[in-house]
C-alpha cells in the first residue's frame, strides 16, 4: 500500500502541472493559436473549393466507376501492401480500367502485375517529365483516383485533382475526424488503423468508398514474378543443391535503410553457420542490394566459412523475389523483403527498430525489435536461431510462449 504522503504529492504534483498547462500561457499566445486554427480552417476549406471537391456520403455506386487510379509513388513494400485492392477490383470488374501512379522504385513490379493496365512515373526528379506523366494519366480522365499515402495530405489532394480533372478522390486518415476532410470527394478516418496492419488499412480505405466488402482470401498481397527470372533462379538453386548435397534454402537479406536497422554481418554469419551445424542439408543464401554486392563478398571472402554458406546475386527484385519464391525461411531487417515473402506466402523473420504496421501479414513469422534506442544488432542469435527452428520444422518442441517472451525481452 504506497504511502499517503507520497500519494498526496503525487496528486499536487499532478494538479501542479494541470495548472500551470492552462494558465502559464499569456491569452495573447492563446488567442493566437485559435487564430491559427481558425486559418487553417478556412485556408483548406478554400483549397477544397479551388480543387473543385464534390464531397460526398456513404460509398459510391461501384457499377458506375468505369475507371480507378492509384497513387503510389513510393516503395517496392508499398505497392505490394495495395495489390489487394485493385486485384478485388478486377474480379467483381475485369472491365475496370486500373491505373496505378508509381515511382522509379515500383514501377517494374506494377509493369508486372497483370492487374494493373496503366502505370505512370509520379515521382520522376524531372519537372518536365512528372508532368508529362501527370497529363498521360489526366487524359485518361479517371472516375475515382485513391491517395494511399498517409502523409502530405495536401500534396496528394492537389495531386489527385491534377490526375484527374472531375474524378472523385478518396483519401484514409489515421484518427479523429478534423479540417482535411474539405480536401477529398471521400474523407475515411479511422481511430483504429494503428492496431491494423497497414494492407487493411488500405482495404478499408476502399470497402468504405465501393461499398464492398474483400472476403478473408482476398485480403493477401500478390506479386507476379516473370517466368524467365523463375526459371533462371530455379535452375542456379539446382545447380547449388548439387554442388553442395544440400536440399534447402533459407535466404537472408543483409541490406536495411540505415546500419541502426541492420543484425550485422557479423550475426549473420554466426548464425548461418550453427543452422547449417543443426541442418546440414541447408544452404544459406546472403543478399543484398546491387550497390552493396561487392562489400557483402569482400566480407565473405576475408572469412572461413562453411562451404554451404554464400552470396546469391540478385540484380532485380525480380531475382530477389524469385529466389525468396525458392527458401524455406527469408530473415530480413528490410520491410520491402518482408512484403515481398509475404507476396510469396514464404515464412519469415523480420527485425523491426520498433513495433509497426508493417509487420507480416497472416504468415508464419517472428519478429524482433530491440530494447528502445538499441540497435539491432544487439539481438541475440541464440533467439533468431531458436526462431528459425521453429519455422523450419513444424513439429518442433521448441516452446512459443518461450520465443515470444525472449522476443519482447530484447
Known sequence: MPDTGDQQKA?????????????????????????????????????????????????????????????RSDGIGDAIVTTPLWRALKRRRPDLVIG???SFRN?????????????YDFANPDKQLRRAEVDKARAMKYDLVFGCTYHRTTKTAILARRASAHGYTAYMLRGKPDNRVY????????????????????QHMLEETLG????????????HIPSRVLSSTKSTIEELHRRHNTKTIVTINTEAASAHREWGIENTCAFAERLIKQHPGIYVALTSSPHRAEELKSYLASRSLNANIGYFQTPTIFDAAALINESALVL?????????ANALQKPVIGFYIKDTEWKPFNIPSYVFIP??????????????????????????QTSKEKLLRLISDN
Open 107 to 119: 514501377i517494374p513490379v506494377l509493369e508486372a502485375d497483370p492487374d494493373v493496365d496503366h502505370t
Open 183 to 202: 480536401l477529398f470527394s471521400k474523407m475515411i478516418f479511422w481511430e483504429v488503423a494503428f492496431e491494423k496492419h497497414m494492407t487493411l488499412q488500405l
Open 11 to 71: 496528486f499536487a504534483d499532478k494538479r501542479r502541472r494541470k495548472k500551470e498547462h492552462l494558465y502559464a500561457e499569456p491569452w495573447h499566445r492563446k488567442a493566437a493559436k485559435g487564430f491559427e486554427r481558425l486559418g487553417k480552417k478556412v485556408s483548406l476549406r478554400l483549397l477544397g473549393k479551388l480543387l473543385r471537391i464534390t464531397p460526398i456520403d456513404g460509398p459510391l455506386p461501384f457499377d458506375q466507376i468505369r475507371s480507378v487510379l492509384f497513387l
Open 100 to 102: 496505378v501512379a508509381g
Open 371 to 396: 530494447k528502445r534506442e538499441a540497435p539491432i544488432s544487439t539481438v541475440s542469435v541464440e533467439d533468431v536461431l531458436a526462431a528459425a527452428n521453429d519455422l523450419l520444422d513444424p513439429t518442433s
Open 212 to 223: 464492398i466488402t474483400l472476403s478473408e482470401d482476398e485480403q493477401m498481397p500478390s506479386l
Open 332 to 340: 530480413t531487417p528490410d520491410t520491402s523483403i518482408v512484403h515481398v
